[in-house]
């Protein structure tokens, strides 16, 4: 029997005892991190289009300005995941990116004191009134409580009469969903529009020119990540990142990914949006009317359902509350038959419950019908960690082997394999990853159908090479349980 040794050479003569110390082969995966790509100001002191590292708001703040809308999905990001670093892409406007505006109008003053609750993409702002101010005096009161150096996604100036415009920090179509309205929480709430006061509100529209993601995109071309969340959820934007992750799904690359972001519209809006970006690789998450913006939603998504699926990949993401999720008012949210026509079509719904809380409805890839194996978000998270595990776990194992024929007795020891053991091995890492095996996570299932369904052999015009077909049962999640309940008159 032949030992193949690593270090201690066969030629050795120098008498003594020599120990070789080789760790035991094992399979891992990429780290399980987030990258956000989203509108920084110019202000802020990161670098354009460099990734960074956060662990905290006011450090996305810094790097990227206050109330730039990727600090604000930071924020978000970081109150509903505090544990968890998170990576970003600070992305300049376009220099030809025009600003969304809107306006405030009042036109009745308060005759009584009180507190306004004003919300401004979903972010509450209070504004003291007197009872006796007027209308020009308003005015100034409100845009005085939007300071340009606060949180807020807009600016806000007074014309000193009647006037509040409001102005998007970003040029872009991002700024066109600033939600802005009036007690948001309603009486229930304990928000109450002080007497007498009345105002139109105009809500910011005009944003229009985008950046181009290309330069962002290729900054993290070979970064290991398993979530990206972005800012936009166009289809010229979706377009560049579904081309961006297919490559990463490449087998020359194997990073693998998947994108997160959301849209506010109707529900024939949403999946005609979905039609259009369709990816296996991602979900498009739609809600309706929304007063926390679209770019926040997804860093929430990210944040809560995003990270169950780090943790496992098969982990069932129904139901997942977004928490500080402001939700739309009573009549705009999704009904029952809304929520099973967006799912259908490859949108990803967020609901509200009973309680008032805004949830993920049910998590799919977008575009992508239920009849496909790549309908369940889960399963692009699934797939890739399985990969990953699979790949890496074979690397690991037979890195510095020989390769022979099935049938060749091979001696204890020595490093040469066969395609039968290359099969084996892949059969155990297989095993790791079910119910029964010891892996990190059960993500597959139906052992016996891996082990009558996968084939190894040896290439026939590359003898160094070995082919391996190892069908995946991915573990399904369980969403539905229909119950027919019967009774009749029992004598």
């Known amino acids: 029997m032949t ?3 690593g270090q201690i050479p066969a030629n050795l003569q120098v008498p003594g ?9 094992t399979a891992a995966v990429q780290p399980r991190r987030f990258i956000a790509l989203g509108p920084k100001l110019s202000g802020g002191t990161a670098p354009d289009n460099e990734l960074q590292l956060l662990t905290s708001a006011a450090q996305a703040d810094t790097l990227f300005g206050i109330g730039s809308y990727l600090a604000r999905m930071a924020r978000r990001f970081f109150a509903a995941n505090p544990g968890q670093p998170l990576r970003a892409v600070g992305i300049p406007d376009d220099g030809g990116a025009t600003d969304a505006t809107g306006t405030i109008v009042v036109t009745a003053a308060a005759t009584a004191a009180g507190t306004l609750s004003l919300y401004i993409g979903g972010q509450l702002v209070e504004v003291a009134m007197t009872g006796s101010q007027n209308i020009a005096q308003t005015a100034d009161a409100i845009a005085a409580a939007i300071p340009a150096s606060s949180q807020l996604p807009v600016t806000a100036s007074s014309d000193g009469v009647d006037t509040v415009t409001l102005t998007a920090k970003h040029g872009g179509t991002l700024g066109n969903g600033i939600d802005v309205r009036l007690n948001a929480l309603g009486q229930p ?14 809500e910011p529209s005009g944003g229009a020119t985008d950046p181009a993601l290309t330069t962002a995109l290729a900054a993290i071309a070979e970064e290991p990540y398993a979530t990206l969340i972005s800012a936009w959820s166009t289809s010229a934007a979706l377009a560049a990142i579904d081309t961006h992750i297919v490559a990463r799904w490449g087998y020359s690359v194997g990073l693998y990914g998947a994108v997160i972001a959301a849209a506010d519209d109707s529900v024939a809006n949403l999946v005609s949006a979905a039609s259009a970006s369709a990816t296996t690789y991602g979900a498009l998450c739609g809600i309706e009317d929304s007063p926390t913006p679209t770019w926040e939603l997804a860093a929430l998504v990210a944040a809560t359902a995003g990270q169950r699926l780090h943790d496992d990949p098969a982990a069932n993401v129904a139901g997942v509350e977004l928490p500080g999720t402001v939700p739309p008012d009573a009549g705009d949210r999704f009904a029952f038959s809304d929520v099973q026509t967006l799912i259908t079509s490859g949108v990803s719904p967020l609901a ?4 008032g809380n805004v949830y993920l409805a049910k998590a799919v ?6 009849t496909s194996a790549w309908f369940p978000l889960p399963t692009p998270y699934s797939v ?5 595990y699979i790949l890496t776990g074979l690397a690991a194992k037979f890195a510095g082997y020989k390769l022979a024929n099935d049938g060749t ?5 020595s490093k040469i394999a066969t395609p039968a053991i290359v099969r084996a091995e892949a059969l155990a890492l297989y095993r790791d990853l079910t119910p029964e095996g010891s892996g990190p996570v059960a993500i597959l299932e139906n052992f016996d159908y891996a082990i009558a369904n996968t084939v190894a052999t040896r290439n026939v015009t590359n003898p160094q090479r070995v082919d391996l077909l190892q069908p995946l049962d991915l573990i399904n999640q369980l969403e539905i349980i229909a119950t027919l309940l019967q009774f009749g008159l029992q004598l």
Do not use: D, L, Q
């Not at 509200?352 to 309680?355: H, K, Q, R, T």
């Open 17 to 25: 005892t020599y120990a070789e110390i080789e760790a035991a082969a």
């Open 365 to 370: 890839t977008i575009g992508t019908s239920s």
């Open 189 to 202: 709430g304990g928000e109450v529009t002080p007497t007498g006061f009345t105002a139109t509100i105009t």
């Open 352 to 355: 509200v419950n009973s309680a």
């Open 3 to 5: 030992i193949t040794f």
């Open 384 to 388: 890739a960690y399985a990969a990953e």
């Open 409 to 413: 007795t091979i001696p204890p020891g």
